[in-house]
């Protein structure tokens, strides 16, 4: 079960997946309060019983880490053959003859029946061609050329910042924010002004600031300004304390605590934060039930927009309009107008256990993710029912679309596949020993100016953040 201490307060719809993942554990352990009072206890024992304790802890750890281990070797051997299936020749399995010879059977068999069954055979037929749509080749290649090496602890989210800006963002369980180079793969600034994990990064749409939102039931805007130039062991950022990522080595990076301004309103632990569109105002998401609309000028709460039932784990705002999503622990996402004084909320209940994010398309569309192991696509016109759905083998976490339609889905089974929005599968990124995450992916985000040659980025409670290389066959 995933879990870590109370200062390092997590999204709330991965408390949720013990029984699923309950081999799927964070360097983070043990509850924080309960961890205090048990070992205050153990204080006050004798040494001796203090010995036996640790002793029979350490058992306890080395078996947990064998079922860990043997766990992740059964599903290593599901993958392995999951990838046979997927890389079966076409041709051995002759699925255009298949297709062609089964429209010739129905068509002689059902020649001399009712339209009403005529009906019935084309909905099979359908069916059918989907089944073998599914065996096609991947239609892009997926190359692993970067990796980001800093965080102590799971990263919960990465994100891009505005073209021009080859940078990413991520936020980390480690209570820390980063602010890396795309190319050279440094860790240019860290940010611990967080008494808690971080559990979301956004930047801002014009100008050097960074949006963060944390289990301390705080979001913080502060200052990105980064050093592109740092020599060895040395920074001129202000507040600079010698830390380095992760013992890198080769440079310093500098250090940042203090806040331009925080955002306050929420009682619990805040799951993600976002600009409105004009950056402006700030929506946030948070663990009770609430998101708090906030002027970022004065830092003033403007709206408290009350409805979900259960935690909230994330919220995403549309490109070009005053429109927010916000998606919940309790199986639905609402849709925030705030383009007229007077707001107005839609709610949608598409899915069956808690839904993990849910973005908007340059289309017009919403993509909604979920424990329930689907991804839905919504049309904004009409959003009574989804004109796409996704079915996966393993809950999904953050997603991310691309500016051409192409989302890419992270899952707790540690794979990243992607899809266009009609649900047609495209390809799945590599994932093995040298490549991929070896445990759950928690987020995935899309770079679209394509200034470097990484422009997808995952990162998952490995501690590992990738860039990757997504290129479509067609234009190879």
Not at 13 to 24: A, D, E
Not at 301 to 312: N, Q, S
Not at 442 to 457: K, V
Not at 468 to 475: F, M, P
Request: glycine fraction near 6%.
């Amino acid at each position: 079960m995933i879990t870590m201490s109370v200062s390092q307060v997590t999204p709330a719809n991965k408390v949720q997946k013990g029984k699923r993942n309950s081999m799927n554990r964070p360097q983070s352990t043990v509850d924080g309060d309960l961890y205090i009072g048990f070992r205050n206890d153990i204080d006050n024992e004798s040494p001796a019983y203090r010995i036996r304790l640790h002793g029979l802890f350490k058992q306890i750890e080395k078996e947990f880490d064998l079922l860990y281990q043997e766990n992740q070797n059964l599903q290593d051997k599901i993958e392995m053959l999951n990838e046979k299936i997927e890389t079966i020749d076409k041709q051995s399995l002759d699925c255009i003859d298949f297709d062609n010879n089964y429209s010739k059977v129905i068509s002689k068999k059902l020649s001399s029946t009712s339209s009403q069954k005529l009906k019935t055979a084309h909905k099979l037929k359908a069916q059918t061609s989907k089944i073998v749509s599914s065996f096609k080749a991947p239609q892009f290649n997926c190359t692993l050329v970067k990796e980001y090496i800093g965080h102590k602890d799971g990263v919960w989210e990465i994100s891009v910042a505005r073209p021009g800006q080859p940078l990413i963002g991520t936020a980390s369980a480690d209570h820390s924010a980063c602010i890396w180079s795309i190319e050279s793969g440094r860790c240019l600034l860290q940010y611990h002004g967080h008494a808690g994990s971080v559990n979301s990064i956004r930047f801002h749409p014009l100008k050097d600031l960074v949006l963060t939102s944390s289990g301390d039931c705080l979001a913080h805007i502060w200052q990105a300004v980064v050093n592109w130039d740092v020599p060895k062991g040395h920074s001129s950022e202000e507040e600079l304390d010698g830390e380095d990522c992760e013992d890198r080595g080769d440079t310093k990076a500098a250090t940042l605590r203090t806040p331009v301004c925080e955002l306050t309103g929420h009682s619990g632990a805040i799951s993600a934060a976002e600009w409105l569109v004009g950056a402006e105002q700030v929506i946030t998401a948070g663990w009770d039930r609430l998101a708090v609309l906030h002027d970022v000028e004065t830092g003033a709460t403007l709206t408290v927009l009350a409805g979900h039932d259960l935690e909230l784990t994330h919220t995403a705002t549309h490109p070009t309009q005053k429109l927010a999503v916000t998606s919940s622990r309790d199986t639905t996402f609402r849709l925030w107008d705030f383009r007229e004084s007077v707001h107005s909320v839609s709610v949608f209940q598409g899915h069956t256990e808690s839904v993990t994010s849910a973005v908007f398309t340059r289309e017009d569309k919403v993509v909604s993710s979920s424990d329930d192991r689907s991804v839905k696509v919504w049309d904004l016109r009409n959003m009574r029912s989804p004109v796409a759905t996704i079915r996966v083998d393993s809950a999904v976490n953050r997603l991310s679309v691309s500016s051409n339609g192409i989302i890419a889905i992270p899952h707790d089974n540690r794979n990243v596949r992607l899809f266009d929005l009609s649900g047609q599968r495209l390809a799945r990124l590599p994932r093995s020993s040298r490549q991929g995450h070896s445990r759950m992916v928690a987020c995935a985000a899309w770079a679209d100016d394509n200034l470097s040659s990484a422009n997808l980025f995952t990162c998952g409670f490995d501690r590992r953040v990738l860039g990757w290389s997504v290129q479509s066959l067609k234009d190879q």
